[in-house]
């Protein structure tokens, strides 16, 4: 909701693997696979890049 409808889909992913990590975690799954773990390192950054901004932006404005 902070980043808006733009960057949903980003933050639907790491809902996605958090689920993961946590049937791999206290339940038996199933491993990543090296390709699903690069991506979801790749849409970290995506996503810590987007988040950064908008922080940067937001105490931007408020500094002012």
């Known amino acids: 909701a902070i980043l808006g409808d733009l ?3 980003l933050t639907e992913k790491f809902e996605t693997m958090r689920r993961k990590r946590n049937e791999m975690t206290y339940e038996s799954g199933t491993l990543l696979s090296r390709s699903e773990a690069q ?14 901004n908008k922080i940067g932006t937001r105490i931007g404005r408020s500094g002012s």
Do not use: T
């Open 39 to 52: 991506k979801a390192f790749s849409d970290a950054i995506a996503l810590v890049n987007v988040s950064s």
């Open 7 to 9: 960057y949903r889909e």
